[in-house]
């Protein structure tokens, strides 16, 4: 006797309310941060008139001011110091990127000679840790003697800051690297240089691109000290030349161009990692 089997059932199409999860939970995040963003505005907002000293906390309204006045030319005056505020932000970040740029590209190398060389990480860890704990304000003027006023020190402040910390992550995420892919590897016959890049690399790159972001991140903190001494055209030099003046609007839109600048590359470095390493997080 045969016996024939039911058709299974039809799966139950997804729940709207499962459908419109990661839309509903994209809107509240916007909805939150909105709220918050409003909510430090009216914080802002209060205090300067609470205050009512634009020299100890200028109001939102003469940081506007400013914003249309360094932009423009006015009376006969082109932006601030001769130069438009996107002209300032736009050197520093070209000595932010060049700066960055260099110290990845040595962070990465001494992070791959520390995490494969053993008795190089013993000998030079602690000398990465030493420059990692200096300020940058505290060899800047070390860099002032031997290479004068011009961009020179300025690019080798940023790149010193932007180091370590690719450095480290490097190191770490090399020498953690899962042993059995790289004996596998060899037994397969790759070369030590071959395991290296095909293996311990590409397995490193979430840790290598955390450290990336964090470089970046220092080198964006330590603009204002690179733009100390002969730093304008510059965002930095900009806020140093106010707090001279006591301009205390012109420094709090330096702070914003430096913060809403540094959010769109992070942004923009989150995306990159996003789309080179789609399976970071995932099991």
Do not use: C
Not at 156 to 173: D, F, K, N, Q, R
Request: aromatic share 6%; charged share 15%; glycine share 8%.
């Amino acid at each position: 006797m045969t016996t024939t089997l039911a058709p299974a059932p039809p799966a139950a199409p997804p729940s709207p309310k499962a459908a419109l999860a990661p839309e509903g939970g994209l809107r509240r995040r916007l909805v939150l941060r909105l709220v918050a963003l409003v909510a430090l505005y009216l914080l802002w907002e209060l205090t300067a008139r609470v205050m009512h000293n634009p020299t100890f906390i200028p109001s939102p309204a003469a940081v506007w001011d400013q914003l249309i006045t360094t932009s423009t030319t006015h009376d006969g005056v082109r932006g601030y110091s001769g130069h438009l505020l996107i002209e300032h932000l736009g050197v520093s970040l070209r000595r932010i990127v060049i700066g960055s740029a260099i110290g990845v590209a040595g962070g990465l190398l001494i992070g791959v000679l520390l995490g494969t060389v053993s008795w190089l990480r013993v000998v030079a860890e602690p000398v990465i840790t030493f420059v990692r704990a200096l300020p940058p304000l505290a060899y800047f003027s070390l860099f002032i003697i031997w290479f004068g006023i011009d961009e020179t020190p300025k690019l080798w402040l940023l790149s010193i800051a932007a180091l370590p910390p690719v450095a480290v992550a490097t190191a770490a995420a090399v020498h953690n690297a899962p042993t059995g892919l790289v004996e596998a590897a060899r037994a397969l016959g790759a070369s030590r240089r071959q395991s290296i890049r095909d293996v311990v690399l590409p397995n490193a790159l979430p840790e290598i691109f955390t450290g990336v972001r964090l470089a970046v991140g220092v080198a964006y903190s330590s603009v204002v000290a690179a733009e100390t001494i002969n730093g304008v055209p510059g965002i930095g030099g900009m806020i140093r030349d106010a707090q001279r003046y006591s301009q205390t609007d012109v420094v709090v839109l330096g702070l914003f161009a430096i913060g809403l600048s540094g959010l769109l590359i992070d942004a923009l470095l989150l995306t990159a990692e996003n789309r080179l390493i789609p399976w970071r997080g995932r099991a």
